[in-house]
């Protein structure tokens, strides 16, 4: 993916955010950013730079996940929540069509996107590979098309990854290379701010920036070299896919099916998870029936049932089925990995399984037997 830096870097007072947020929405602009809600950092409306979550910070480990405070009052003093780009531009609930009964026949109704178009605030670079997976998943959706093309987004700089984040393994981040309009690094007293799109050009028209000094640049390098090394974890993706492929009747999957709950938890969190199911509703006077797209998993039970019977029964044929669509088939059919280690499924699993580890574990007893 190519790098789209379009003018040299400019340094920015923080509260200038605020200006940006509100000329996005003086154009037009849906803005939604990082906001404090139900205990996480999720991606909400937000109007002024007070609606972002400013001095927090978050506590993310295997199965667990929690908020605290800075010292400093960090803008993005924060990891990925559980919210991604996917809510917004493949909804959990989306209607397709409606069918109406006429005096004489039916009408087909196409629902067309009419909202307005998207600016997102604090995107980080896994979820900008994750949206990159998602436009070619969804390349013929027009329902996707619809909400994508005319975003907006400020992208930032992980300085704050968390204990479940491996995007160095997956060479998807922290650092933000390519896909924003505006990407920010976060300093203590500024941003440095580095501009991707004419429309980025555009939006920072009348705030008030300076151009960076050298020691800029360099802090930023040295604060997204120190966030990369702060990760820990790692995902091994050597072989792949033909590890998966081999180890397809690893007893292994039978361990981990042993703890795994089949909550499709880690599906609905993760950013690249695009399985749907479509269902038909009827109005209570029988006259409009509505065809309505919504999220499925394929850890739920009756994801695989079609005529003649479920083709995986058991949650050690679904959750091999997740990791091998995710680090394997997605290889071979996109060419990049479907996982781009964000960590979202390992944070947010209640029974504690983390991909990374069942990925080495199915590794190391492939070698043993
Ligand atoms: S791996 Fe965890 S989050 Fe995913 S379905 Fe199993 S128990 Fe639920
Ligand atoms: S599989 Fe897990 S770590 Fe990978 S992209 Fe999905 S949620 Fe993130």
């Known amino acids: 993916m190519k790098h789209n830096f379009y003018m040299e870097p400019l340094t920015i007072r923080k509260e200038a955010l605020g200006d940006i947020i509100k000329d996005l929405s003086n154009r037009g602009y849906r803005v939604i950013g990082p906001t404090v809600r139900g205990g996480t950092i999720g991606l909400d409306n937000i109007t002024a730079i007070e609606d972002l ?78 949206l990159h997976i998602l436009d070619m998943v969804f390349e013929k959706d027009p329902f996707y098309q619809a909400e994508r093309k005319e975003i907006f987004i400020i992208a930032v700089n992980c300085i704050f990854p968390s204990n479940t984040c491996f995007c160095p393994s997956m060479n998807s981040g922290p650092e933000v290379k390519y896909g924003f309009d505006l990407l920010l690094t976060e300093f203590d007293e500024d941003f440095l701010m580095e501009v991707g799109s004419k429309k980025g050009l555009n939006a920072i028209e009348g705030v008030h920036h300076k151009e960076a000094a050298g020691a800029d640049i360099e802090k930023k390098r040295g604060l997204i070299d120190s966030s990369s090394k702060s990760i820990k974890k790692t995902l091994d993706t050597e072989g792949l896919p033909t590890l998966l492929y081999r180890e397809f009747e690893n007893p292994w999957w039978a361990d981990i099916a042993n703890r795994d709950l089949s909550c499709g938890n880690c599906t609905m969190v993760c950013p690249t998870c695009f399985c749907n199911t479509s269902n038909d509703t009827s109005s209570l006077d029988g006259k409009t029936a509505t065809r309505i797209r919504c999220w499925d998993s394929c850890f739920s039970v009756n994801f695989a049932l079609v005529h003649g019977g479920n083709f995986r029964p058991s949650r050690r044929a679904r959750y091999r089925q997740w990791m091998t669509h995710k680090l394997a088939y997605w290889i071979n059919q996109f060419g990049v990995s479907g996982c781009v280690g964000c960590g979202r499924c390992i944070t947010w699993c209640p029974a504690g399984i983390d991909i990374t580890e069942e990925l080495m574990a199915i590794r190391i007893s492939g070698k043993r037997r």
């Open 53 to 130: 979550p400013v001095g927090y910070g978050d506590r993310q480990v295997t199965g667990g996940y929690s908020l605290f405070k800075h010292e400093r009052p960090y803008f993005f003093g924060f990891s990925n929540g559980p919210d991604s780009l996917k809510r917004f531009l493949n909804p959990p609930y989306q209607r397709l069509f409606a069918i109406k009964k006429r005096a004489k026949g039916f009408e087909t109704m196409i629902y067309e996107y009419e909202g307005s178009p998207f600016a997102f605030i604090g995107i980080r670079a896994c979820d900008l590979r994750a």
